[in-house]
């Protein structure tokens, strides 16, 4: 089902395993990178959802200022999130692959009450979402 599609964003979800897969198709504007955060926050919570995944490939690196408010205002409401596991898939693009990495350590002293792994492509990603196993 699906949730908001825009040009440069879609947010499905599958109900077979309540997973919700948010997929970047290209740049947009740093007020629509951070609208669309926050939806996929609020659909997150409202749905009660325990597993998705964020498919960074097409996006491209975040501008510093944007870069800044995901590592301070959106860590903070994207760790109280309801979900038992997240997957990234890598950026094509390697300076926002590294800005991906710099989520995941932001803070030594950060704990994620959730599992979270990066992947290089969706259906790794998905598998381990519902069977905690990766594909070889």
């Not at 077979?16 to 897969?21: C, E, F, G, L």
């Amino acid at each position: 089902m699906v949730l908001s599609s825009t040009p440069f964003h879609h947010l499905e979800h599958y109900p077979a395993h309540n997973v919700v897969v948010s997929q970047w198709y290209g740049p947009c504007s740093s007020q629509e990178y951070r609208n669309t955060l926050m939806q996929f926050l609020h659909l997150i919570e409202e749905m009660r959802i325990p597993y998705a995944i964020a498919d960074r490939r097409l996006l491209p690196p975040m501008p510093v200022e944007d870069n800044r408010w995901t590592l301070n205002e959106y860590l903070e409401k994207f760790l109280r999130l309801p979900l038992k596991r997240f997957a990234f898939i890598n950026s094509f693009d390697p300076v926002a692959e590294r800005q991906i990495h710099r989520f995941l350590e932001n803070n030594k002293n950060t704990v994620f009450p959730f599992e979270m792994r990066v992947f290089d492509d969706l259906t790794s990603a998905y598998d381990w979402l519902i069977t905690g196993k990766e594909r070889h």
